[in-house]
């Protein structure tokens, strides 16, 4: 009989035991969600590198045309070296860009080519795919974008609307969770969005991914008051 209780008293301390280990596990990650969050859109410290690697996202119907556009504005010897990533199947968007970078090359001659990489990702659904054929082609896009985040260890991440860009930002920001890479993730809403944020822009910010968060309208601003109006780019 007593020896009886004492598996039982033992068993229960052992469950206890584990659940207590499991708690205090998902509260140290609550606790580490939370701290990132609130360290998220934080200027880069004092001493921080003079240039950031830098993963520019582009996409098709027109988020190409408008990251250029932004790009054409920005001090790109800061955002050096680039890495530009569009959809498997949008060889336009990377053409766009590699023309970007040629005309970059011959304004500034100290910009080399070098210093900007060309990627693909796959899509986690194409236009019209069904749902249950997407299941699979998602896991097949997070394990290709994981691969590309670990590669570029990006510091930096652009993007302005594309649906590629989902999965690299929550990998990202997983990243910054468990200690791996600190990236800072700027989101520019396309200029088309007048009224209500795209699906990509609503996650992001819903999700408070996303580092900065900028619209061009100020309308959005007023219904997003986190984001930042900065005008039209375009």
């Not at 499991?22 to 509260?27: N, Y």
């Not at 996409?59 to 054409?72: I, K, N, P, W, Y």
Request: charged share 15%; aromatic share 10%; with cysteine.
């Amino acid at each position: 009989m007593e020896e009886g209780c004492n598996c039982l008293t033992s068993k229960m301390v052992s469950n206890l035991s584990i659940g207590l280990f499991i708690v205090l596990g998902i509260v140290l990650l609550m606790v580490r969600v939370l701290y990132v969050v609130y360290r998220c859109g934080k200027p880069f410290p004092k001493g921080a590198s003079q240039s950031f690697t830098t993963l520019v996202v582009l996409g098709s119907g027109g988020h190409t045309a408008e990251m250029l556009s932004l790009l054409s504005v920005l001090r790109m010897d800061r955002f050096t070296p680039r890495f530009y990533i569009a959809a498997a199947t949008d060889n336009m968007s990377l053409q766009k860009a590699r023309s970007f970078e040629d005309s970059l090359a011959v304004k500034v001659p100290a910009v080399k080519k070098v210093s900007s990489q060309f990627m693909q990702i796959y899509r986690s659904r194409e236009v019209g795919q069904s749902y249950v054929t997407s299941v699979w082609t998602t896991i097949v896009a997070i394990v290709h974008g994981l691969w590309l985040m670990i590669r570029i260890r990006p510091q930096v991440i652009l993007c302005n609307g594309p649906g590629t860009c989902i999965p690299l930002c929550v990998i990202a920001f997983l990243f910054k969770v468990l200690g791996i890479r600190w990236s800072s993730i700027f989101y520019v809403e396309s200029v088309a969005r007048v009224k209500k944020l795209s699906l990509s822009g609503l996650l992001l910010y819903k999700l408070r991914i996303a580092d900065q968060f900028f619209v061009q309208w100020p309308q959005l601003q007023k219904k997003y008051p986190r984001a930042h109006y900065v005008g039209c780019l375009m």
